[in-house]
């Protein structure tokens, strides 16, 4: 099964392992990581969990300022 990395567009392979599987995956090209939904190894969704950076992670709350 392969996930397409919405980063790089790497396509990550993934084991059988993941084919029923919910939780974090790392891209090994640009080390981002992906949250994805598998189900009988077909994916369900994947998300944009987090950038190595981590520039733009306050947009996602936006609950900071008080
Ligand atoms: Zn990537």
Avoid: P
């Amino acid at each position: 099964m392969k996930v397409n990395c919405l980063v790089c567009g790497h396509n990550v392979d993934l084991d059988d392992v993941y084919s029923d599987y919910e939780g974090m995956i790392r891209c090994f090209v640009c080390s981002t990581l992906l949250e994805i939904k598998t189900e009988d190894g077909q994916i369900k969704s994947v998300r944009f969990a987090r950038a190595m950076g981590g520039a733009r992670g306050a947009a996602e709350n936006g609950d900071q300022e008080g």
